[in-house]
């Protein structure tokens, strides 16, 4: 195997001789096919495009002059031999915004798309056509040309939401950490990054209205004597240039506001917004409970003016049409106890407690949607009632019949059962080869509610594994074979195959710095 993936990059001496190489594209397109013809890029090649496409035309030669070393130049083009065209083409609507084809002939290649996130995959397909050294960050010197096997492929993904969510709270992650992460993700043709900002261990992004929220609830107390790298903060202009990073990488970056629970890293800096006034103080996961009692007073309207704030500020950085509010694992027992919550269900004419958190929700709702944005939650959203046009994200695994009685009443749903989506459990409860398995429409369900599942994503809990390489294992070669659960049709899904593509995407990782789980073990399933 390793023989065939290297004689791709050969000099040009030798290239006549070339075989036809295995393709090991991950996500599997929708439709390829392999003629025996060979492409070669070389230092004349020309990256051709309209004037709309230059900043795409730019990224790829940026990118593929890192490991060939050369300049490759930038032309308006039409026909010419020896270049690589990218352009927009209306009557491509069908593939939809993202889907593409790419034509790879012997004398040009072209890249057609409804959209520029076509664009881009086609862009990313191509990468994985090239020899694995095309990832490396030094130039590959020896060699003056580069092969590129002929296909012609046309390609779509099969849900539209392909997300990962990475908790940022219980362990912080460099800036530098999630662009690192995005690019990965947009190389497999994931295009989620949901970030979990919110938690009992730590508030991680800067609202200007207050201060206090990170400058102290963004660190551990000293006694815990922490790493200095696992706590912190990110900043408005961190996260706008995280945002501008992920957006040029067909990547939406959700961010995730916990509510009513999860929450003692604000609690801890205004104990006022509690029921019972605190004081509180936050602590690393294992120092304290799992699930804190602790959470915003449901009868406090200083609660709903602080989350309003907080919303209006978050709302302004991210572009994404939605917004997180979490709603998960919020227990009653000092709303049950709070003579304001209590009022609250009294005036509002509420039932009980997990009326009281739909309301909760609801009211949240109310504002986001005013603001134009659409809110998502934790599948508790739907006790004590489900508003009509929230968006669930299913975790709870072991709740078989949540997925459809959510699509049922018309909402739509995101999956990430604990079954096969939770990528902070080890190997053995999940293995690679169970994430492949994973199939985000239930089983039975009706043809007409097919469209309100937007797809899947999995999810990084991070008080586990908190370093860097702890993170990399947990989520490679994982989330490969979740991109091609997302991406690709049932039909041309193969796990031998994908088994198979895997040793070339080993090195593929390993040049881009990726400390996978089959690294260190030999049985990386
Ligand atoms: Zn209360």
């Known amino acids: 195997m390793l023989l065939l993936i290297f004689s791709g990059l050969i000099s040009c001496a030798e290239k006549r001789e070339e075989p036809v190489q295995n393709l090991a594209i991950i996500p599997q397109p929708a439709g390829v096919i392999q003629t025996d013809d060979t492409f070669y890029l070389n230092n004349k090649t020309k990256i051709g495009c309209s004037g709309e496409l230059e900043s795409k035309a730019a990224y790829l030669a940026d990118f593929l002059g890192t490991a060939t070393g050369f300049n490759l130049e930038i032309i308006e083009e039409s026909g010419k031999r020896n270049v690589i ?95 690192r992460y995005i690019d990965l993700l947009a190389f497999y043709k994931m295009n989620i990054l949901h970030l979990h900002l919110v938690d009992d261990q730590g508030w991680r992004i800067e609202i200007k209205k207050y201060p206090e929220l990170t400058n102290l609830g963004a660190f551990f107390p000293e006694k815990y004597d922490e790493p200095a790298e696992r706590h912190g903060f990110y900043t408005q202009n961190d996260i706008k240039e995280l945002v501008r990073y992920a957006l040029e990488r067909n990547v939406t970056i959700i961010p995730e506001i916990e509510m009513p629970g999860h929450v003692l890293s604000a609690l801890s800096v205004f104990p006022e917004l509690s029921c019972g006034g605190g004081p509180f103080e936050i602590h690393p996961f294992f120092e304290g409970p799992g699930i804190h009692e602790d959470i915003y007073c449901a009868g406090n309207e200083e609660v709903f003016r602080f989350l309003e704030s907080v919303l209006d500020e978050v709302i302004q950085l991210f572009p994404a049409e939605y917004i997180h509010i979490g709603g998960d694992e919020a227990p009653k027992d000092r709303w049950e106890k709070c003579p304001r919550c209590q009022r609250r269900i009294m005036v509002e004419g509420l039932k009980d407690e997990s009326e009281l958190q739909s309301w909760f929700i609801g009211r949240i709702e109310k504002y986001i949607n005013q603001k134009g944005k659409k809110l998502i939650g934790w599948d508790e959203i739907l006790e004590g009632g489900l508003s009509e046009t929230a968006s669930v994200m299913y975790w709870r695994g072991w709740l078989t019949q949540v997925p459809k009685e959510v699509v049922e009443q018309g909402n739509n749903l995101i999956m990430s059962p604990t079954s096969h989506c939770y990528f902070d459990y080890d190997y053995a409860a999940i293995s690679t080869e169970k994430v492949y398995e994973f199939n985000p429409v239930p089983e039975g369900l009706e043809d007409s509610l097919r469209h309100l599942i937007l797809g899947g994503q999995a999810n990084f809990w991070s008080h586990i594994d908190r370093t860097e390489q702890g993170l990399d294992k947990q989520i490679f070669p ?48």
């Open 478 to 525: 994982r989330i490969l074979a979740l991109s091609e659960v997302l991406w690709s049709p049932m039909e041309v899904r193969s796990w031998e195959r994908f088994e198979n593509k895997l040793q070339t995407h080993d090195i593929i990782l390993e040049e881009s710095g990726v400390d996978s789980y089959r690294k260190s073990e030999s049985n990386g399933k």
């Open 85 to 179: 065209s990218l352009s927009l083409d209306s009557s491509l609507k069908d593939l939809g915004e993202e889907g593409y084809k790419l034509e790879v002939q012997r004398k040009r290649i072209d890249i057609t798309a409804f959209s520029e996130s076509g664009i881009f995959y086609g862009m990313q397909t191509l990468r994985q056509l090239l020899p694995v050294q095309i990832e490396s960050k030094k130039i590959v010197a020896e060699f003056h040309s580069w092969t590129i096997p002929c296909v012609s492929l046309t390609d779509h993904p099969r849900f539209t939401w392909r997300g990962l969510m990475i908790d940022c709270s219980r362990t912080f992650w460099s800036k530098e950490t999630i662009k």
